[in-house]
């Protein structure tokens, strides 16, 4: 069965700080990975997409992504309360399963003042 | 990003009642889209792809009798939850992929928290 594993949570920062989320997964066939931002009670937003080893920027986000270790992280730079939530790392799989995606178990954010 | 709406936002039925959720892409086209359904503190479950004039194809242990997708046209997918019992009671989510913006970019709708009573 192919999967995505988030690290476990919760995670608790103070503001102000770095909060690093990790991923990995186990289909090797995955080319696009996601991360998404859900809010209690709330759909999840997309906040960042990465395709390509290495990082992507945009903001206070990175993200990382490291195919031969089957690894995808999200950096927050300078945490903010308003970024507590649950995050979502999911995976789209290649082949006849083009456009699925496979999410997560989500790991808890508090970003405390 | 792209924008998808669903409608209703919630909605409350008695057991043995039927519930139809919209799932519209605002302002692209969407060839394809996917149905979700989450559980309090569980992460998303992909029930369903809906495919614009053709058959959705339904993920492993979602009875398609049970939860009837219609994609008449492209930017417009519908969930009927056939027969509702309270175990069906959840939040359903759609996405939909912007092709045109030459991304894999999938975007959710605001989603429906179905209660059945």
């Known amino acids: 069965q192919k999967e995505v594993e988030q690290n476990s949570g919760p995670l608790s920062v103070p503001e102000g700080a770095i909060a690093s989320l990790n991923c990995t997964y186990s289909?090797?066939?995955?080319?696009?990975f996601f991360w998404y931002r859900q809010y209690s009670g709330k759909s999840p937003e997309l906040i960042m997409s990465?395709?390509?080893?290495g990082d992507k920027e945009d903001g206070r986000f990175t993200a990382q992504l490291n195919k031969a270790s089957q690894y995808v992280s999200l950096l927050i730079r300078d945490s903010q309360p308003s970024d507590s939530a649950t995050y979502l790392c999911?995976?789209?799989?290649?082949?006849?399963?083009?456009?699925?995606?496979?999410f997560g178990q989500g790991t808890i954010l508090t970003v405390h003042p | 990003g792209a924008v998808v709406s669903q409608h209703p936002s919630r909605v409350i039925c008695k057991s043995g009642t039927s519930v139809k959720i919209e799932c519209r892409s605002l302002?692209?086209?969407?060839?394809?889209m996917f149905w979700y359904r989450q559980f309090p503190k569980k992460s998303l479950m992909l029930m369903a792809t809906s495919n614009e004039g053709s058959k959705a194809t339904y993920e492993q242990g979602v009875e398609k009798d049970k939860f009837l997708i219609n994609h008449a046209s492209l930017t417009l997918s519908t969930l009927t939850v056939t027969s509702a019992h309270p175990e069906d009671s959840s939040f359903y989510i759609c996405s939909a992929r912007d092709v045109g913006q030459g991304t894999y970019e999938q975007y959710f709708g605001p989603g429906t928290r179905l209660t059945v009573t």
């Open positions: 289909d090797r066939g995955s080319q696009s």
């Open positions: 990465i395709y390509s080893n």
């Open positions: 999911a995976g789209e799989a290649g082949g006849t399963s083009y456009g699925k995606l496979t």
């Open positions: 302002d692209f086209q969407a060839t394809t």
